[in-house]
């Protein structure tokens, strides 16, 4: 739901829907890094958002799933650490070896 108020607009939604709301607006959101170097999906992974979250910042910019923090860390490797949930490590290993430069020849 939405209340415009002037020209501003207020979103009265749960925060899954109102990111997903952000990046159908903003969509280079996604591309937005911090001091650290992580991006949206990084912070996604390690805060434990929804599958739902993941899936559509890596609709948005599907090359998020190879971006490295200050720390090598790619948005896989804290799934790994920090936990996630079967489906959304699936989610990233996927995604992850979607680029040819991440599988090795056999």
């Keep these: 739901k939405v209340a415009k108020t002037g020209q501003k607009q207020i979103i009265f939604e749960d925060p899954t829907t109102a990111l997903l709301h952000l990046l159908k607006k ?10 650290d170097g992580r991006t949206p999906l990084h912070w996604a992974i390690c805060i434990g958002a929804p599958l739902e979250v993941m899936a559509a910042l890596l609709e948005v910019w599907p090359h998020a799933a190879k971006e490295k923090d200050r720390y090598k860390y790619t948005p896989l490797h804290l799934a790994c650490c920090c936990g996630a949930s079967l489906e959304v490590t699936s989610l990233m290993l996927k995604k992850w070896l979607s680029f040819k430069e991440n599988r090795t020849k056999s």
Excluded at 26 to 35: E, G, V
């Design 26 to 35: 903003q969509p280079d959101a996604a591309k937005h890094k911090d001091i």
